[in-house]
């Protein structure tokens, strides 16, 4: 089945950087909108991160990470990256991605066909 895998993150002090990656399988990569989402605790809404379209000409970003955080793909790697610069505590959360096929990458969780199970950052002292 369609496998959406992140990898890094960790526990990094505040100010710090990390980076995130989401390796897929069994899907046309190039073929699919990519997006990065977190959730900052458990029963909380999903908060949209980050969003690159297929080609990875088309960039997306939440305000809260605007000039912070930058996402990008590898089309021949099938995986798309967020590299998280001047990470806050506010910044802690579970980040997923998310593939939209044929699509822009947009805001809303409800617009992807596929997720990830998530990793965790933690921004901690």
């Known amino acids: 089945q369609v496998q959406l895998v992140e990898s890094g993150g960790g526990l990094v002090q505040p100010g710090g950087s990390v980076s995130v990656s989401c390796t897929t399988s069994r899907i046309t990569f190039k073929n699919y909108g990519m997006g990065w989402f977190r959730r900052q605790a458990p029963g909380k809404e999903r908060e949209f991160v980050a969003g690159i379209n297929t080609s990875g000409g088309v960039t997306t970003y939440a305000d809260s990470v605007k000039g912070r955080f930058t996402i990008s793909r590898d089309n021949a790697k099938n995986t798309v990256y967020l590299q998280m610069n001047s990470l806050k505590p506010e910044d802690t959360a579970v980040y997923s991605c998310?593939?939209?096929?044929?699509?822009?990458?947009?805001?809303?969780?409800?617009?992807?066909?596929?997720w990830g199970q998530g990793v965790q950052v933690t921004v901690s002292s």
């Open positions: 998310a593939a939209r096929f044929f699509g822009v990458a947009t805001s809303s969780p409800r617009d992807y066909n596929y």
